[in-house]
């Protein structure tokens, strides 16, 4: 497994630093000072659109590259590549969700539990998931501010749109391929 994750540190890094700047852009273009939902959805959405969109280049060119590879009988095909790189760069949001959900099960004031950790650990882990899945934060806090649930979904589509764009990239087809005029 390290040598897995030692040999696509690259794109692993890539798009960790994409989720960053999606995330800055998110703060930037929303706010914390929006008041009005309609045009807090709209941004974060629009925030969301800019992430799928770099997901999407880094992994298709990525799997451009290793089309490259395969042609010259370098490397072999791997099909479900992009798959398990997304998976390794969402292990930040991952432990985020998994902390989230714990800390609501096991924290929450009216349930069976109500220990005090977790409860700690469900506002912490909320608190670093906000900034670190910033373009998240405007659908999160619009229609699910208190569904755990919500910080696992967010997980899934990064992992699909990584998976469907290193497919595309290694077979040469574009997503919006059909667009472009023949010559």
């Known amino acids: 497994m390290l040598k897995y994750i030692k040999d696509n ?10 989720q960053t700047g999606a995330t800055i852009l998110g703060f930037t273009i929303s706010g914390f ?24 280049s880094a992994m298709w060119e990525e799997g ?65 998931a906000v900034f670190w899945e910033g373009m998240y934060t405007g659908l999160i806090r619009t229609y699910s501010p208190y569904n755990p649930i919500a910080y696992v979904l967010v997980i899934f589509p990064a992992v699909f749109v990584s998976t469907g764009a290193y497919y595309l990239g290694v077979n040469n087809k574009k997503l919006l391929g059909f667009l472009r005029k023949e010559k």
């Open 9 to 18: 540190s690259k794109i692993i890094t890539k798009l960790l630093l994409n």
């Open 64 to 128: 451009g590259k290793e089309r490259i590879r395969i042609d010259g009988g370098r490397a072999e095909m791997k099909p479900l590549r992009g798959l398990w790189v997304s998976l390794i760069a969402n292990i930040p949001n991952m432990i985020l969700a998994l902390c989230i959900v714990v800390g609501t099960i096991f924290g929450h004031e009216n349930g069976p539990f109500s220990w005090t950790w977790a409860g700690s650990l469900n506002g912490i882990c909320k608190a670093i």
């Open 33 to 56: 000072g929006v008041t009005r939902d309609s045009i807090f959805v709209f941004t974060s959405l629009f925030a969301i659109a800019f992430y799928i969109s770099l997901i999407y």
